[in-house]
């Protein structure tokens, strides 16, 4: 089957993925897999922009790689690669900061919450990081990138780059990407409040053993009106019941959805559920996953295959860009 075009995602190693990252990006990955020729990079140089030390940022990249190839992500078709191993990026990223305003940078809304969560880390890397997000994208003459509603701005900003840079330079080597807005689910922490995430210490593991994956569940935050065992819920406002909605059968979300209203079942048990739906869900996952971390030289092959069938791409771009540019 003729694939539809080109699809280019990256996606940071902040170590292992989370229940929200697999939910929200690494699901996807694998599906667009079938319909597009992607490439998926491990965006480590954008992980350096929040973190203040890089002891684990090797290995935190290889996890992330375990994770990915676990889920389905198919080497022998799709790009995948670590995106300081293609240093034509960070050459692109340099000529694009050439054509973008300050100002647009200061406004993109996840720039201010990125400052609203480390006000004592606001570096120069994290005022260019759309920049630099803008450059991988157009560096691989991207046709698609799949994004959530809420990252919309992001892409429309790398549009806007590739506009002005092509205006600038009186040419049509860069691409502008379409946007393919894909149904990411809000995936809350076991706080039941914030975005899960691992900086929070809210998130679950998909590569947890089945102990620890219980341990966190049970650690949840149900419906907060539910003080007794006796009291009946609600699972409209129940973080545990949206997941279930994911995991669980659906005619034990029925029997749950009916039972927690009138109390004929607790909230403890109701996470005891879902913990066994979501380690039952992840099994399969996990067995790949072990696989590969028993074969690590294969997991390097993979990464450095991919980082040099990326760069013969890249060159070609940069040669077009330079050219346009007229660098000597």
Do not use: W
């Not at 170590?15 to 697999?22: D, I, Q």
């Not at 809210?202 to 419906?223: C, F, G, K, S």
């Not at 819920?233 to 959805?257: Q, R």
């Not at 696989?291 to 990326?310: F, H, K, N, T």
């Amino acid at each position: 089957m003729a694939k539809k075009g080109r699809v280019f995602s990256g996606i940071r190693p902040t170590g292992r993925a989370h229940l929200g990252n697999y939910l929200g990006a690494i699901q996807n990955y694998v599906a667009l897999q079938d319909e597009y020729e992607c490439i998926y990079c491990i965006v480590d140089l954008h992980a350096l922009t929040t973190v203040e030390d890089t002891i684990n940022l090797r290995q935190n990249t290889y996890e992330m790689a375990l994770d990915l190839l676990a889920a389905g992500i198919r080497p022998e078709e799709t790009i995948l690669f670590v995106q300081s191993h293609v240093p034509q990026v960070t050459e692109l990223h340099t000529i694009l900061s050439m054509v973008t305003p300050l100002g647009k940078l200061t406004d993109l809304p996840t720039f201010k919450e990125k400052v609203r969560q480390n006000p004592n880390n606001v570096n120069y890397g994290l005022v260019g990081y759309p920049v630099l997000m803008s450059a991988d994208i157009a560096l691989y003459k991207t046709d698609v990138v799949p994004v959530g509603i809420d990252q919309a701005p992001h892409l429309e900003f790398a549009r806007e780059t590739v506009r002005s840079f092509n205006y600038r330079y009186n040419t049509n080597v860069l691409k502008e990407a379409a946007m393919k807005t894909t149904e990411v689910p809000k995936v809350l922490g076991i706080d039941g409040k914030e975005k899960m995430s691992k900086s929070l210490d809210n998130h679950i593991e998909i590569a947890a053993t089945p102990e620890e994956t219980l341990q966190r569940v049970m650690m949840m935050v149900t419906d907060p009106q539910r003080i007794r065992r006796q009291d009946p819920g609600n699972p409209d406002v129940c973080n545990v019941f949206s997941l279930h909605k994911i995991f669980t059968p659906k005619e034990d979300v029925e029997m749950i959805n009916v039972e927690c209203r009138r109390a004929g079942i607790g909230c403890v048990d109701c996470k005891k559920r879902f913990a066994a739906n979501l380690n039952k869900a992840l099994e399969p996952f996990r067995t790949r996953r072990a696989e590969l971390a028993s074969q690590p030289d294969r997991v390097m092959a993979i990464l450095e295959d991919g980082a040099r069938r990326a760069r013969a791409i890249a060159e070609e771009t940069m040669k077009e860009v330079r050219a346009a540019v007229q660098l000597p």
